[in-house]
């Protein structure tokens, strides 16, 4: 079975780091387009990384310079390291596979993370 | 950065009822259009992909048009299990951005 599973959300305070992790199972996360998506509660979804077949990497001016995406072949595990995080980062993070077509087709269920002193 | 616009932002619509969403590009994404659906305390699910290609299992009652800038999603024969958020994204050009969603809700 298709499959990815987020970790690693918790509580951390501004300006600290976070890494979250999403493993996938049933396929080789190396052969797709991999990107991670976030929901706060106010608002609508947003689009937060990405990282190509090739390993080229991809960020919205949001989180530029403070995200960055990685990809684990031998764990097959995608991931996202967390700087400087900020109050408006408080999110649910999914992972999401990039199928041929360039639609994201699979979805992990997301980890919460929260910025807050 | 491109906008999506979706309209309405909440739709109340019957059981047995059709209806259409809409989503409007700020600029010309061709057919790069994606459709998802998300149930409270649920990850997004794909419905929809290049405008108007069904996702693998997705029944057919859901259908999706257009290109360029003006896209649309309608649901026929609206059930119980389809009362939920609806959400377009562009895939055309990084970054990738969503509409700001359309809550359908039972009348």
């Known amino acids: 079975e298709v499959q990815l599973v987020e970790s690693g959300g918790g509580l951390v305070q501004p300006g600290g780091s976070l890494r979250l992790s999403c493993e996938a199972s049933?396929?080789?996360?190396?052969?797709?387009?991999m990107h991670w998506v976030r929901q706060s509660t106010r608002k609508s979804l947003e689009w937060v990384s990405a990282i190509d077949t090739a390993g080229d990497t991809y960020y919205p001016g949001s989180v530029k310079g403070r995200f960055t995406i990685t990809r684990e072949t031998d764990t097959n595990s995608l991931h996202l390291q967390m700087n400087s995080l900020r109050a408006e980062d408080t999110a649910i993070y999914y992972c999401?596979?990039?199928?041929?077509?360039?639609?994201?087709?699979?979805w992990g269920k997301g980890t919460t993370v929260t910025v807050s002193s | 950065d491109i906008q999506m616009t979706q309209s309405p932002s909440s739709l109340s619509a019957s059981i047995g009822d059709r209806v259409t969403i809409t989503c409007r590009a700020s600029q010309d994404i061709a057919k790069y259009l994606a459709w998802f659906q998300q149930k409270p305390g649920r990850a997004p699910k794909s419905l929809i992909y290049?405008?108007?290609s069904l996702q693998s299992g997705v029944p057919s009652k859901f259908s999706g048009s257009g290109f360029g800038t003006d896209f649309t999603l309608t649901i026929s024969s609206l059930q119980p299990e389809d009362f939920a958020s609806y959400y377009c994204q562009q895939y055309n050009s990084y970054p990738y951005t969503f509409g700001q969603g359309t809550k359908l809700e039972i009348k």
């Open positions: 290049a405008a108007s």
């Open positions: 999401a596979r990039v199928r041929s077509t360039g639609s994201m087709d699979v």
């Open positions: 049933g396929f080789g996360l190396s052969n797709y387009d």
